[in-house]
């Protein structure tokens, strides 16, 4: 989502050439299909549309700027509401710039979560207090 979110902020997707008239809904899912590569050929028909007549449909953000701009994100803070279960999930974390997590702690794999948090260097704070229940 921290992805997206910043691809939304890009300088050639705060610039695309929308219809006067589409509403905010559409622009904003036209802004995600400008920043997706995997768009259905029904999607892209409905991105297509979202632009004016009077300008062509711009090209997608290619894959190589679209992760320079990503590799810019910084400062990110990860809050979950359940322990991490997999170091994984913090490998993930760290491609979308997260450098702080707060998480309640506790899971099996604890030590591996604080060692893939130590390998980044992000700050991770364990509150003891799980807000997940099943």
């Not at 300088?11 to 509403?23: G, N, T, Y």
């Not at 904003?28 to 062509?56: C, H, K, P, Q």
Request: charge should be negative; proline fraction near 5%; charged fraction near 30%.
């Amino acid at each position: 989502k921290a992805d997206l979110w910043y691809l939304r902020q890009h300088p050639a997707a705060l610039d695309l050439p929308f219809r006067p008239e589409l509403d905010r809904v559409d622009r904003d899912n036209a802004i995600d299909g400008y920043s997706r590569d995997d768009l259905t050929s029904v999607e892209d028909a409905a991105w297509r549309e979202a632009f004016s007549s009077t300008s062509s449909t711009p090209a997608r953000l290619p894959a190589a700027e679209r992760r320079a701009w990503l590799d810019t994100l910084r400062g990110v803070t990860l809050g979950s509401d359940a322990f991490l279960p997999f170091r994984d999930n913090v490998d993930r974390a760290a491609a979308s710039g997260v450098e702080y997590i707060v998480q309640p702690g506790g899971g099996m794999r604890e030590e591996q979560i604080i060692a893939a948090c130590d390998d980044y260097g992000i700050a991770m704070v364990r509150t003891g207090v799980r807000l997940f229940h099943h």
